[in-house]
C-alpha cells in the first residue's frame, strides 16, 4: 500500500489512504521485514480473537517463537465469539457505496435502522464519517471491491488448505452462499457489483427467485415476496469461535503460548522501535514482555494503542447483533448460509457439539464503545427471521449477543508494516475477520519473516 499519494492501478483516482493520511498525519510508511528471510524471533501478537490466533498459527509454522496476549480468560471471547459465521467472499460490496448516504440520512434515529449512526460529541467518530463520505463513490467502491474479493478468495483457499492438512472441525458447511432480496431496487442495484466479483474470480451467479427456493427450500413460504437472489457456490460457513478454539490447540501443539487474563497498559518505545509492552495478570501484577517484532490483532480497541506511538489509526467500532437459536422445525430451517442484503443479516445453521442451532447476525451501529444490548434491535431480528422462516426456531429460547466489529470506512482492513519498525498490524476487518482470517493471519506472517505475501493486495510496507 503506497501512502504517498499515488494512483490505484487502473482506477485514476486517488488512493483512499492519501485521503486518510489528510486527516491523520501521522501514519504508515513502505519498509521490507524486520530482518532477513529465515531469521527466527519472537513475536508478541496483541490480541486472540480469529484475526490474532491466525496470525499466531501462521508465525509458528514459519518456524519463530510466538506468544499471545490477550485481556480474557480464554481466546476468541469478544468480537469473534457468536458473529455470523460466514465465510462469504460475496460479501464484499462495502457499507460505503453510492447508495450509502442516503440511507444512513433515512435511518438517523430509527432505532431498528441495518446502519445507525448514532451521532456523540465524538471527533473521532465524525472523523471516521468523513472518510466513510469520502469512500462513497462509484471509483472507490469499485477499487475497495477488488481489494476486498482478493483476499477474500485467497483467505478461503488458505482455510481450506488448513482444514484439509489438519482435519480442523467447526460445524463447517460448504453449501454455499444465498443472496436474496425482498425489494427489486435492492436486487437491481446488486447486479453491477455482482459482475465485478465474477471478473475477479468470485463466481457470484445471479439467479431467479425460483432458482434460489430450489437451492434453499425453507425459503418457500415466502417466494411471493422474492425478487431475485445470488448464489456464490464456493463460499462456506461454520462456527468462528469454535474454529478459534480449535486452533489455538494446534497452536499450542507446535508450542505457541498464550498469556491468557493479560491486560496490556503500554506498548513502550525506545529508539524508535517498540521495547517491550508493559500488562497486569489477573491478580494484578505487573509485567514487561519482551520480544522482536509486535502484531497488534486488537480490533476496535487498536486505535488506542497505536495512538500513544503517534498512529492514528482509521478504526471505529461498529457494534454488531447476533441471535441464536435452537431448531424448532428442521423442515422449516435453512441448511444453506443466506444473507439479506436489504436488512444488512446473515444466517448460518451451526450443527456440532452444542446442538442444531440457527445462527442470524449483522446491523451496525457506530455508538463508541457502548456494548449494551439495544432490545429494538434484537427484537427486529427476531421479527425478521419469524417473518422469513416461520416456526423454524425456538424463539423464546434465543440467545442474544453484541460485539465491537473494527470497521475502516473502506472495509479494506490494515496488514502489514506500521512505521514503528517492529510493529505490525492485522486489524479493521469490520464485518469479514472471519471471511479474511487465514488470508490475513499467513500473509502477515510472511511479511514478518522478509517474504512478500501471495496475494496482490494493498498491504502496508510490504
Known amino acids: 500500500m503506497n501512502l504517498s499519494g499515488t494512483k490505484d492501478r487502473g482506477s485514476g483516482n486517488p488512493r483512499t ?113 468523513l472518510q466513510f463520505l469520502r469512500e462513497c463513490t462509484p471509483g472507490r467502491t469499485r477499487h475497495n471491491i477488488e481489494q476486498i474479493v482478493r483476499l477474500g478468495t485467497y483467505s478461503r483457499a488458505m482455510l481450506r ?95 505457541v503460548h498464550f498469556l491468557m487474563s493479560h491486560t496490556v497498559t503500554a506498548l513502550r518505545q525506545s529508539g524508535g522501535a517498540i521495547d517491550h509492552i508493559e500488562a497486569t495478570d489477573s491478580e494484578g501484577r505487573f509485567q514487561r514482555l519482551h520480544a522482536d517484532a509486535y502484531v497488534l490483532a486488537m480490533g476496535s480497541f487498536s486505535p488506542m494503542y497505536a495512538e500513544h506511538l503517534g498512529l492514528k489509526l482509521p478504526i471505529y467500532p461498529a457494534k454488531g447483533y447476533s441471535v441464536t437459536l435452537p431448531v424448532k422445525d428442521a423442515s422449516k430451517a435453512y441448511q444453506v448460509s443466506l444473507t439479506d442484503d436489504e436488512y444488512k443479516l446473515v444466517f448460518s445453521r451451526l450443527t456440532g457439539p452444542n446442538g442444531d442451532r440457527l445462527r442470524i447476525a449483522g446491523t451496525a451501529e457506530l455508538n463508541g464503545y457502548d456494548r449494551d444490548l439495544n432490545r429494538v434491535r434484537c427484537e427486529a431480528i427476531v421479527r425478521r427471521v419469524e417473518q422469513l422462516f416461520p416456526g423454524a426456531g425456538h424463539l423464546d429460547q434465543a440467545s442474544f449477543w453484541t460485539g465491537l466489529r473494527p470497521a475502516t470506512p473502506s472495509n ?51
Open 17 to 129: 489512504w492519501r485521503l486518510v493520511v489528510a486527516s491523520f498525519p501521522t501514519h504508515f510508511t513502505f519498509a521490507r521485514g524486520l530482518l532477513s528471510k529465515g531469521t527466527i524471533m519472537h513475536v508478541i501478537v496483541l490480541g486472540s480473537g480469529l484475526l490474532g490466533v491466525s496470525s499466531a498459527y501462521y508465525l509458528s509454522q514459519m518456524g519463530h517463537q510466538v506468544t499471545v496476549v490477550d485481556r480474557q480468560a480464554s481466546p476468541a471471547a469478544e468480537t469473534s465469539f457468536a458473529n455470523g459465521g460466514q465465510i462469504s467472499v460475496s460479501h464484499a460490496e462495502p457499507w460505503a457505496n453510492p447508495s450509502a448516504p442516503l440511507k444512513v440520512l433515512k435511518w438517523l434515529g430509527q432505532e431498528d435502522a441495518p446502519l445507525l449512526f448514532r451521532l456523540r460529541a465524538d471527533m473521532r467518530q465524525w472523523l471516521w464519517g
Open 161 to 255: 488448505e488448513l482444514r484439509a492438512s489438519t482435519g480442523l472441525n467447526y460445524d463447517q458447511r460448504t453449501q454455499g452462499i444465498l443472496h436474496f432480496y425482498t425489494s427489486e431496487k435492492e436486487f437491481e442495484s446488486a447486479l453491477a457489483p455482482a459482475e465485478q466479483m465474477r471478473e475477479l474470480g468470485c463466481d457470484r451467479q445471479v439467479v431467479s427467485a425460483d432458482e434460489a427456493v430450489r437451492l434453499e427450500p425453507a425459503l418457500a413460504s415466502v417466494r411471493h415476496m422474492l425478487a431475485g437472489a445470488t448464489y456464490t457456490a464456493e463460499d462456506e460457513s461454520g462456527d468462528a469461535n469454535r474454529f478459534a478454539r480449535e486452533l489455538v490447540k494446534l497452536c499450542q501443539g507446535a508450542g
Open 412 to 462: 479494506v482492513p490494515l496488514i502489514g508494516r506500521s512505521r514503528v519498525p517492529n510493529l505490525y498490524l492485522n486489524t479493521g476487518h469490520g464485518t469479514l475477520g472471519w471471511t479474511h482470517a487465514c488470508g490475513s493471519g499467513k500473509s502477515i506472517a510472511r511479511i514478518i519473516s522478509g517474504q512478500r505475501p501471495e496475494v496482490d493486495f494493498d498491504f502496508i510496507g510490504a
